[in-house]
């Protein structure tokens, strides 16, 4: 079972991008050109970046 981390290896800033990215199977720059756009002209606040970066837990070192 997949589960979203923050990257580890793909960040920018705290690893949310990469992560969602890594989760999906898509390349992390889609999911940051989607981001920007999201707050640039849809109006997305930056807190829901923040608030991700909170939330979301690590991707561990290991799996299990």
């Given at each position: ?24 199977g898509v390349d992390s720059f889609v ?34």
């Open positions: 079972m997949r589960k979203l981390y923050k990257s580890r290896n793909d960040r920018k800033i705290c690893g949310v991008c990469g992560g969602i990215a890594e989760y999906l999911v940051r050109l989607i981001t920007v756009l999201l707050v640039a002209f849809a109006g997305m606040s930056v807190w829901i970046y923040v608030i991700a970066a909170l939330l979301m837990s690590t991707e561990p070192l290991f799996y299990n």
